[in-house]
């Protein structure tokens, strides 16, 4: 699962790690940090972030769709006798063919109409070849080849969205720093792989380089943390799943831990996953330790006028 944090993002994750000495994390008890003086303007700052993220070009504000393939060729375009039915009034009826044949799939373009890979018209081009999955364009969409295990199809975005262009972010919780919380990570001695399961009822291996522990109100609790580029991936459900966040749960990102094993849990930066506001998606699901009985009462909720699963 890949993350919603950038190079801005991990930096200030790195100046948060810093500070983690001022917060006290080098003691023993768990419990609220303190929160650096701007931390109001590094809130901002990230729901800024992410709703760029979100209304990106090929980003799951504006996935529009995913039309899997049939072995041999599949028509496509905008008309309604096509195997793969684009958007209608955004690509001629008839405008080609995805051939998969061997796990490869091929595009081959219909005559006069115009397709481009980085930015060069393509009459007919391997795009899924095991391994690359380059970019193809007409007008406002944008496509590539998606693939779950041995099934492909056409991940479609369609840029021309107005409801993408208006998103300011998802309601949330008012910022309560008591939510910034002092956390430990408890290493795992071996390697150890997990099996998640996703919305879609699939079983997914990851790799767990440890659990993260932290106190709500004197009770202690302990989570599975994944790895991630910018920081610990954690995905979580809590009370709240039932009639405010999002049912399925929350994800985070949380700073890797200094060297003494501490870092912060900010359950403030906890977002949504894509499978909340949109269907074309496998989200994973917490794992049953990181399925809390407490509200958390932080971050984002449930969407509102977007279509999930």
Same mark, same amino acid.
């Given at each position: !699962?890949?993350?919603?944090?950038?190079?801005?993002?991990?930096?200030?994750?790195?100046?948060?790690?810093?500070?983690?000495?001022?917060?006290?994390?080098?003691?023993?008890?768990?419990?609220?940090?303190? %929160?650096?003086?701007?931390? *109001?303007?590094?809130?901002?700052?990230?729901?800024?972030?992410?709703?760029? *993220?979100?209304?990106?070009?090929?980003?799951?504000?504006?996935?529009?769709?995913?039309?899997?393939?049939?072995?041999?060729?599949?028509?496509?375009?905008?008309?309604?006798?096509?195997?793969?039915?684009?958007?209608?009034? +955004?690509?001629?009826?008839?405008?080609?063919?995805?051939?998969?044949?061997?796990?490869?799939?091929? !595009?081959?373009?219909?005559?006069?109409?115009?397709?481009?890979?980085?930015?060069?018209?393509?009459?007919? !081009?391997?795009?899924?070849?095991?391994?690359?999955?380059?970019?193809?364009?007409?007008?406002?969409?944008?496509?590539?080849?998606?693939?779950?295990?041995? +099934?492909?199809?056409?991940?479609?975005?369609?840029?021309?969205?107005?409801?993408?262009?208006?998103?300011?972010?998802?309601?949330?919780?008012?910022?309560? /720093?008591?939510?910034?919380?002092?956390? +430990?990570?408890?290493?795992?001695?071996?390697?150890?792989?997990? +099996?998640?399961?996703?919305?879609?009822?699939?079983?997914?291996?990851?790799?767990?380089?440890?659990?993260?522990?932290?106190?709500?109100?004197?009770?202690?609790?302990? %989570?599975?943390?994944?790895?991630?580029?910018?920081?610990?991936?954690?995905?979580?459900?809590?009370?709240?799943?039932?009639?405010?966040?999002?049912?399925?749960?929350?994800? !985070?990102?949380?700073?890797? /831990?200094?060297?003494?094993?501490?870092?912060?849990?900010?359950?403030?930066?906890?977002?949504?996953? =894509?499978?909340?506001?949109?269907?074309?998606?496998?989200?994973?699901?917490?794992? =049953?330790?990181?399925?809390?009985?407490?509200?958390?009462?932080?971050?984002?909720?449930?969407?509102?006028?977007?279509?999930?699963?």
């Amino acid at each position: !699962m890949k993350t919603n944090f950038n190079n801005r993002a991990l930096v200030g994750y790195i100046l948060l790690l810093a500070g983690l000495s001022i917060y006290g994390c080098n003691s023993d008890e768990l419990g609220m940090a303190p %929160v650096p003086d701007d931390y *109001v303007e590094q809130i901002s700052e990230w729901k800024e972030y992410r709703i760029g *993220v979100l209304t990106g070009p090929t980003n799951w504000l504006r996935l529009d769709g995913i039309y899997w393939l049939d072995v041999g060729e599949n028509t496509f375009g905008s008309g309604e006798d096509r195997d793969l039915a684009f958007p209608q009034g +955004t690509i001629p009826e008839h405008a080609g063919t995805f051939v998969l044949a061997d796990e490869i799939v091929t !595009m081959r373009v219909a005559e006069g109409v115009i397709i481009t890979h980085e930015g060069e018209p393509v009459e007919e !081009m391997v795009i899924y070849d095991g391994e690359n999955r380059p970019h193809l364009e007409h007008n406002d969409l944008e496509w590539f080849v998606d693939s779950r295990g041995n +099934t492909h199809g056409i991940r479609l975005y369609n840029k021309d969205n107005p409801k993408a262009d208006a998103f300011e972010g998802f309601p949330a919780y008012a910022l309560d /720093p008591a939510w910034h919380l002092k956390a +430990t990570f408890v290493p795992n001695t071996d390697s150890l792989s997990v +099996t998640v399961d996703n919305v879609i009822g699939e079983e997914v291996e990851r790799f767990s380089p440890g659990n993260i522990e932290f106190s709500i109100d004197g009770s202690r609790y302990s %989570v599975i943390a994944f790895e991630a580029n910018s920081g610990l991936f954690i995905m979580f459900a809590d009370e709240t799943n039932r009639t405010e966040t999002y049912h399925a749960g929350r994800y !985070m990102i949380i700073p890797f /831990p200094n060297d003494e094993g501490y870092t912060i849990i900010d359950f403030n930066r906890a977002y949504n996953p =894509p499978c909340a506001f949109n269907r074309f998606t496998t989200c994973q699901l917490p794992p =049953p330790q990181n399925r809390l009985r407490v509200a958390i009462e932080a971050g984002e909720k449930r969407p509102v006028n977007w279509e999930g699963i």
